[in-house]
């Protein structure tokens, strides 16, 4: 038995141009080395050039286009007999 304690997940705050979790965990990947002001830099003015090339809302964009590369189904594994099958299973949405 662990003697230390649990650790808690950290609730993820929305960022504070858009607040939007989704665009707050998006600068946390696209982050390196700690340098977080340059990855919202960077996510920033991606942002600003959808906005000025489509003239639509780059975070309504941005969700699209998060929802279209989201898999649909997993595979588990799934033990009958002595063979092991994977079996496709939905994905939660998050």
Same mark, same amino acid.
């Not at 942002?47 to 906005?51: A, F, Q």
């Not at 809302?57 to 929802?67: G, H, I, N, R």
């Given at each position: 038995m662990p003697r230390r304690g649990t650790v808690k997940k950290r @609730?993820? /705050? &929305?960022?504070?141009?858009?607040?939007s979790t989704l665009i707050s965990r998006f600068i946390n990947a696209v982050m390196r080395k700690g340098k977080k002001? *340059?990855?919202?830099?960077?996510v920033y003015e991606a942002? @600003? *050039?959808? /906005?000025q090339k489509s003239k639509q809302? &780059?975070? /309504?964009?941005? @969700? /699209?286009?998060? @929802?279209n590369v989201r &898999?649909?189904?997993e595979t588990k594994s799934r033990r009958v007999g002595g063979a092991t099958y994977q079996v496709p299973v939905e994905v939660p949405e998050h």
């Open positions: @609730e993820i /705050k &929305p960022d504070y141009r858009y607040n002001s *340059l990855a919202e830099r960077i942002m @600003e *050039l959808v /906005k809302d &780059p975070l /309504k964009m941005f @969700e /699209k286009a998060v @929802e &898999p649909l189904l």
